[in-house]
């Protein structure tokens, strides 16, 4: 198809599982990847590194809730009662469980950056801080969040900041709609807050 996106990592088995998602989903991942290797060089650290996380991190993101919920259960996952209510979070702990099992990644950075990526979480490296937030600064994600040009600006300079100013709006948000905040997100600000105060 005109309109096909070819994705090629030199690693067989997980360019057969990206290539094999939805076209929308691999465009977001590339442009993810893209910001992941842009925010690794601003602030020194491996941007191919990176830049795999942020290709991979939505690797099982177009599996139904159900699915999700079945696949973490084989993988004999902990659930979390959010997570069971909100079946679609656990596409990052699946995701990372796929890349280990079936994909040949054992980088406990990337693996880590895969599970976190959209809650969040206490005591993480920055190869997850920096999936989180390529992530979330997607440019068609811009409905979501208030000011991405400024939460980019701010990601370019302190990735800690920009990160807890996305925690604390979609904190606000949850809170507001009377939605269930996973308890990661929590720790991961109030951690966020004690190292910048």
Not at 32 to 46: N, S, V
Request: glycine residues 6%.
């Amino acid at each position: 198809m005109a309109n096909e996106i070819e994705i090629s990592t030199g690693n067989h088995k997980l360019d057969i599982v990206l290539n094999d998602l939805p076209l929308g989903l691999k465009q977001h991942s590339i442009r993810a990847r893209d910001k992941a290797k842009e925010l690794a060089e601003i602030h020194g650290f491996d941007p191919e590194q990176a830049g795999l996380a942020g290709l991979c991190h939505d690797i099982a993101r177009a599996m139904k809730g159900d699915d999700l919920y079945l696949r973490a259960v084989e993988y004999n996952l902990d659930i979390h009662p959010v997570e069971n209510q909100i079946r679609v979070l656990l596409h990052g702990p699946v995701g990372a469980e796929i890349l280990k099992r079936d994909c040949d990644i054992k980088d406990p950075e990337i693996i880590e950056a895969i599970w976190w990526h959209s809650t969040f979480n206490r005591n993480l490296g920055p190869v997850s801080k920096i999936t989180f937030l390529a992530d979330k600064l997607d440019p068609n994600k811009a409905a979501r969040f208030d000011d991405l040009e400024g939460k980019y600006t701010l990601a370019k300079k302190n990735l800690d900041k920009a990160i807890l100013s996305f925690l604390e709006e979609d904190i606000s948000n949850m809170t507001a709609d009377g939605s269930q905040i996973h308890p990661a997100s929590i720790e991961g600000r109030n951690w966020l807050l004690g190292l910048l105060n």
